[in-house]
Structures are given as C-alpha cells and as structure tokens.
T-cell receptor
Framework: GQNIDQPTEMTATEGAIVQINCTYQ??????LFWYQQHAGEAPTFLSY??LDGLEEKGRFSSFLSRSKGYSYLLLKELQMKDSASYLCASMDSNYQLIWGAGTKLIIKP | IAGITQAPTSQILAAGRRMTLRCTQD?????MYWYRQDLGLGLRLIHY???????GKGEVPDGYSVSRANTDDFPLTLASAVPSQTSVYFC?????????????FGPGTRLTVL
C-alpha cells in the first residue's frame, strides 16, 4: 500500500532550528514535495526533491534518501510566521501526489 | 493574475441537496485536481483532469462528479450531499500530469453538510 508518515505536531523556539521528518512508501516514485499550510489557508509549495541529497533554499532545506524512503525539511532561524502545518507528499508512478497528514509546527517566543 | 479561484468560500448545506463547487484558473495549466482535506488525514484526491475534455477518478470519487469543458474551469458537483462530505475542498492545477510539476492550490471551500 501507499503510506506517508510524519509527526503530528512539533514545538520549537523562535530563532532555533527544527527538522521535520517524513517517511514514504508509494507505488513508484517521481519525487518528494514539501508544502506549507497556514491555518485556514491553501497549501503553498516549498520544495521538490527527486535525487538524493540536500536542496537548500534560504532558511529552508529539504533532504531526500530514496534508498531509505526518507525525507526531512529543515527550517533554520525560526520566525513566528513559520508556525504552520508542513505537508509531505510523494509523487507515485502515475504522477499523483500521496499526502501525509501534515506536521503542525508551533513556534514559541 | 489571480491564479486559482474557488467559490463559494464556505457553505452550509442540508443533506440531500445538490451543490456545485466552482474552480477557475488563469495559468493555462493543463491539469486540474479536486482534493478534500479532513482533520488528521492527508489531502485526498477526489477527481482530476489531464486536459480539457478528460477526467479521471482519484482515491475518493464516490458521491462526486466533475466536468472539464474548457481549460480554465473545473467544477465539482455533489449530487446529493451527505454529512460525511463535510470537509474543506481544495482545487489545484499543474502544467501537466505526466511529469513532476508543482501543483498550485486555490483558497479552498469549507463545506458543512447537516
């Protein structure tokens, strides 16, 4: 079956670093997406990985290990506005996204 | 450029009523999608369309229908709403369904079926 696992909730402190993990199991693999979703809003695209390794984009980085079916999103220099849910999604062999339930990140001052 | 718009923003509906959720994109994307998002669950695909004139079933299509008469519009219809269809509905679009293109989401419709 197809399955995406990520923690339900995490708490971090403003200015710190947090790593949100995601493990995936899908029928085929065409890449791993991370989206950010603020409460009551639409998901917005953060990153895409299809090759192993780390992709850095400003304060956000995303890592992929295809052999382990594992990805993480790394957020540095946390700001209060980073309080949101972070959605991990794996693209299967039909180019359809299989979504995790999301990780709610709470930032404390 | 608006991107993707959805209407209505929210709706309370009596069970058994028919309802159409509207979705329009101005990015000339070929592919469009309807998802529902429920607390504790990931986004689940209801229906999708690869291009105007074609549609396909996603993970949870029962009770829903779609049409794609042109590139821009992709309405979702609930023929006879039931309380289990209470959810937040997101429309999304991407350039293609045959490559790993980013999906862009509309603002969502919050639907409550009583």
């Amino acid at each position: 079956g197809q399955n995406i696992d990520q923690p339900t909730e995490m708490t971090a402190t403003e200015g710190a670093i947090v790593q949100i993990n995601c493990t995936y199991q899908t029928s085929g693999f065409n890449g791993l997406f991370w989206y950010q979703q603020h409460a009551g809003e639409a998901p917005t695209f953060l990153s895409y990985n299809v090759l192993d390794g780390l992709e850095e984009k400003g304060r956000f980085s995303s890592f992929l290990s295809r052999s382990k079916g594992y990805s993480y999103l790394l957020l540095k220099e946390l700001q209060m506005k980073d309080s949101a849910s972070y959605l991990c999604a794996s693209m299967d062999s039909n180019y359809q996204l299989i979504w995790g339930a999301g990780t709610k990140l709470i930032i404390k001052p | 450029i608006a991107g993707i718009t959805q209407a209505p923003t929210s709706q309370i509906l009596a069970a058994g009523r028919r309802m159409t959720l509207r979705c329009t994109q101005d990015m000339r994307h070929n592919a469009m999608y309807w998802y529902r998002q429920d607390l504790g669950l990931g986004l689940r695909l209801i229906h999708y369309s690869n291009t105007a004139g074609t549609t396909g079933k996603g993970e949870v299509p029962d009770g829903y229908s779609v049409s794609r008469a042109n590139t821009d519009d992709f309405p979702l219809t609930l023929a006879s709403a039931v309380p289990s269809q209470t959810s937040v509905y997101f429309c999304a679009s991407s350039d293609s369904v045959t490559s790993a293109d980013t999906q862009y989401f509309g603002p969502g419709t919050r639907l409550t079926v009583l």
